[in-house]
Each structure stands twice: as C-alpha cells, then as structure tokens.
C-alpha cells in the first residue's frame, strides 16, 4: 500500500497537536529565571509553576477519552486547540502569578488531551504496514516542537524585551493554535470510531479515501473485533490487565528517565555547571535539535527495528549518560563534557522511550476500549511528569547528582521490564494485537 494525500493530510494535521504540545512542555525552561524574579518564587513555588501545567495535562489525559468517545477524536481535537489559544494568550497577559499557574494549568488540559487523541486518531486511520511511521510523526512534532520551543526562546532573549521577555515566550504559541484549529475541519473521522458508533457506511468512506487498497476486508476485521457489542466495556477489568501494565509501565519509565524535569530545567542545569544566559541558550538548542534528529532517525527504522529493540537499546544508553551527569556533579570536575552527555543522553532517549511512547499505547488496547486505555497509559506519564518536575529543584538544591542517580537505575529496571515482558508489535493490525494479547 502507498501513501495518499488524505492519509498524509490528515496525519500531518493531527499530528500539529503534538508540535503544540511540545512547545508548550518545553517553552518554560527559558523563563524559570524570569519567573522566579517577576513573582519572588521559592525552588517550591517554581515548582508549582512548572508543574501546574502538568497537573493540568493529568487530568486532561485522564477525562479526554470521555469526549473522545462521544464526539469523536477529530471533533474533540479542535477542543484541545481552543485550550492552547486561550491559554497562551492568558500565559502572556497574566496579571499575577496565581492567575499565571491557572493559565498553565489549562494550556496543560490541551496538552493532556492531545496527547492521547492525537496518536489514538493517526492510529486508527493508519494501515498496519505504516502504522509505526505514522503515529511516530505525531513524536516527531512533539520533538519539533521543543526545538521550536528553545529557539523561540533563543530568539526572544535576543529582542531585549526586559521584563515582557517571558510573556512574548509564552504567549506566541498561540499563532500554531489558530491553525491548528482551522486545518481540523480539513480531515475525516477516524473510520473504527465510526464503526463503533453504527456508521459503517462512512467508515468505508474513509477507509478507502484514506487509501486502504483492501477497505471492504479491513471493514469486516473492523466490524468483527467490535461484535462483542457497541456496549462501552469496563476498562479495569481481567481481560484487559495485560494492555494495561504495558501502557501504565511505558508511561511511568518514560518520565522515570528524567527527560521531562530535564529539559524544563535545562537552562537551570547550564547555569548549575557555570553556563551564561546566552551560552545555555545556544546549548539548549543544540539539545533540542539532537532530540529532533533522533526521532527522525528512529521513525525510520521503527517498523523495521521493532518498538521492543529501541527501548532495549535505549535504556542502556539513557543509563550511562545520565551516570556520567550525576559522576559531574558529585565530583564538580569535566563540567565541559556536561553537554555532551546531556546530547548523547537526549539521542539515546529520542531513539527509543520518545520514538515508541505514543506508538505503543496506541497499538496494545482493542477499539472497544482505546480511548480509555489511551487516556490510562498518557495519565500515567503525565501523573509521574508533574510528581518528579515539581520536585526536581527541591532534590537539586541538596545536590544536582541526587536526580541524575536516580533516574539512571530507573533506566536499569527498565531495562529487565521490557526485555521479560513487552511484546513486539511491529506490523501487527490492532485487530490482530487483541488476539495476540489474549483479549476475547
């Protein structure tokens, strides 16, 4: 099968929600400074600030599938993008710090929800043979994103804006929000949530607008795997615990390699190892381009390699690197090489945790539950994201070795997690994943 321009288009416009979501996760780390000034904040009000947002985006991954179901994942993706304007432009004007976290925490509800409804929709519309590259190029805009993030930020610092500086950072994210916004209505529904709702006509529809060269054998698969009922099934229940400890498992070691408190501190860290303003910005972009870089190369061999090989692999390089960071601030000797293991640390993560994320929790629920399985794996990253970034600068002030420790073991158990118990789900259709999961 090739690829169509449908098929394309409306990847591609999904996808945009995951350049907003990393924008909007990574725009921070260049106004910790600022912020801590303008509001007098506390290493614990600082990480309040940071966090709120993703204490917003727990509970927005955590309550999206409801809409997601009833509305569909496209029509409540342009929810998520009025979340993002408002939010940004509430970010820019905020009049004090209180209104400040709520802005945050409600552009976190956007991210939240994209993140599950995003990967959820380009894998329902996705073949098989393509399904990896496509719901990785939802990463790839994450990944875009930050990059855009730090250079926006490296950009801004350089207008001499004084003390609006950190409202221009955080409120230009709302430009991409607009069109973001406008190019949904320029895509299909996805065709299994129109077969869940009785709508098989329209689903054959887009099935073969998207391409699909055998639509009428795809619908039947489509149509069998949902036979158990239209009846919405409980999602904690017996059959379904398998999927579930994948999803919830990918999502908490995913945060558990530091990555996220890493790059909303990364300027933090430069200024920790004896960095200048300017120069941290230079080496946060530098980091934001290897995090880019990576996921290209990984979405290219992804559904080659296998989802399991890139996490084997990744683990044990995150590991090392994030050794070498903490040996740095233990001993406070080879700061120059601070970067390098930071950029190999963010290349190796890139390549296996940030490539397979979205693309695995997508693929291990059956239709009949995906939206709610979805929303459980990306609530279990977000949950553990704000819990570890929130604390991230009271484990810092102690000692900046003390995380850098810590998230390298996790990278060891990691390690033996996936090689004992995730499955290979490479060019398996979601129909044919239940059945190899052992879900009636």
């Known amino acids: 099968m090739k690829l169509n321009s449908c098929l394309i288009k409306s990847t591609v416009v ?9 924008f909007d996760t990574a725009v921070i780390a260049g106004t910790t400074q600022a912020l801590s000034r303008t509001f007098n904040l506390s290493p614990g009000s600082l990480g309040l600030t940071v966090a709120s947002a993703l204490w917003g985006t727990t509970l927005g991954a955590m309550l999206v599938g409801i809409p997601g179901d009833r509305y569909g994942r496209r029509d409540s993706l342009r929810a998520m993008a009025v979340l993002y304007l408002v939010s940004a432009l509430g970010c820019a004007f905020a009049w004090n710090w209180e209104s400040l976290v709520w802005f945050r925490f409600m552009e976190g509800l956007g991210i939240g929800g994209s993140s599950v409804l995003g990967p959820m929709y380009i ?40 003390n609006l500086e950190w409202r221009w950072k955080l409120g230009v994210s709302a ?14 529904r996805s065709p299994r949530w129109l077969v869940k709702k009785g709508r098989v006509e329209e689903a054959r529809q887009v099935l073969q607008m998207t391409g699909e060269e055998n639509s009428e054998a795809e619908l039947r698969e489509i149509v069998e795997s949902l036979e158990v009922g239209n009846v919405e099934e409980r999602l904690f229940s017996r059959k379904y615990r398998k999927p579930i400890l994948l999803a919830v498992s990918i999502g908490v070691f995913n945060q558990l390699s530091g990555i996220n408190a890493i790059l909303y501190y990364l300027n933090d860290i430069f200024a920790r190892a004896g960095f200048s303003k300017v120069s941290g910005d230079i080496q946060t972009v530098a980091v934001g381009a290897t995090l880019f870089v990576f996921t290209i190369l990984a979405m290219s061999v992804i559904d080659r390699l296998g989802r399991k090989v890139l996490l084997l692999v990744g683990s044990i390089g995150t ?6 960071v903490a040996a740095i601030f233990l001993t406070t000797r080879h700061e120059d090489l601070l970067v390098w293991l930071l950029i190999g640390y963010i290349a190796f993560f890139a390549f296996s945790q940030g490539a397979v994320i979205w693309v695995y ?12 399985g979805q929303s459980l794996g990306s609530f279990s990253h977000w949950f553990m994201n704000a819990v570890i970034s929130g604390t991230f600068p009271l484990m810092a002030v102690s000692s900046g070795a003390y995380p850098f420790v810590f998230f390298s073991l996790m990278m060891a158990v990691q390690f033996f997690v996936v090689l ?8 398996v259709s979601l129909e044919e994943m239940q059945r190899k999961l052992g879900i009636a």
């Open 175 to 188: 430009i991409p929000a607009i069109l973001f916004f406008l190019m949904l209505f320029g895509i299909p």
């Open 361 to 372: 929790i997508s693929e291990v629920f059956p239709t009949r539950v995906r939206a709610k």
């Open 14 to 22: 999904a996808a945009l929600g995951g350049l907003l979501f990393g």
């Open 420 to 427: 004992f118990l995730y499955p290979e789900t490479k060019g």
């Open 123 to 162: 894998a329902e519309i996705a073949p098989a043979k393509w399904r990896g590259r496509l719901v990785g190029f939802f990463q790839i805009n994450v990944v875009l994103g930050i990059l855009l993030a730090y250079f926006s930020n490296y950009v801004i610092g350089l207008m001499h804006f004084g």
């Open 319 to 324: 590991a090392v690197c994030l050794a070498g």
